[in-house]
């Protein structure tokens, strides 16, 4: 197994099989044939007397070995790709691109809309936002299966960077004729009311109850469901309250009959954060991207 009779570029195309999963995404990726791809896994099994990826359903699943040496290797191919990348400019409006972007339902819907706008004189580059396990995030950019993700503050390792990207205040929702918000919404009339929590998890509190906690109140949740369209849904049609993030919740009432109103104590806002690999992070088409996604924000 001397290195000098090893193609390092094939290097390149076993890290991108390994996480693409599948040699036709892997020759999209690499700007390839898959029969180029093909036989440069050819390649490599012969030199590593393994078959290094088999398949299973529509996966190229990795081998025992495959895994050890992609743990051995990715660091080093990250710094050499790093090297390289730092010595050629990066033009959004001639390069093809594809970003991966992680993104929740609710982030969704207020970055996607003014991030596209912006792109719009880019044509050659391509977006694909998904929702992935937050136990998940370091290892997906860490892969490079995502470039960036949004999300809340969340603990990370030295090896993931974040930043603030905005501060999210929350607000409460009503249908315009709800008989409690005619006045004004004050601690008794919230408090009186039956509310929608927004959740992925079927029990525990959101992140409001734990400021009315701390005042000595508590309210009553009606209904719990996953997703704030849905909970509008309902609030619109029902004399339920709704707790959420302003930014979204502006979306949401400019289409609807729902009124916007400031919650009866002071709750702790939601802070936004980007996250990325900190070993990519002075590629220059990454480089580019983190500051459209910061200009958006």
Sequence with gaps: MALNRLDL????????????????????????TQPAVSHSLSRLREHFNDPLFTRQGNQMVPTPLARRFLESMRPGLTQIQSAVNQFHAFDPATHRKTYSLGLRDVLESTFLPRLMERLNGYPELEIVSQRIPRRDMETQLAAGKLDFAVDVLLPVSNQTSHELLRRDRLVVLARREHPLIQNGLNMADYLAAKHVLVSSRTEGPGIEDFELSRLGVRRNIRLRCQHYFAACRV?????????????????????????????????????????????YEKEPALVWFRDQLKAVS
Excluded: C, Q
Excluded at 9 to 32: P, W
Excluded at 238 to 259: D, F, K, V, W
């Design 9 to 32: 570029n094939l290097l390149h195309v076993f890290d991108t099989i390994y996480r693409e999963g599948s040699l036709t995404r892997a020759a999209k990726a690499l700007h390839l």
């Design 235 to 279: 609030v619109e049609d029902t004399n339920l309250l709704l707790t959420m993030p302003e930014t979204y919740a502006r979306i949401i009432a400019e289409r609807s009959g729902i009124e916007i109103m400031d919650p009866p104590a002071d709750l702790p806002a939601l802070d936004v954060h980007l996250y990325w690999h900190k070993p």
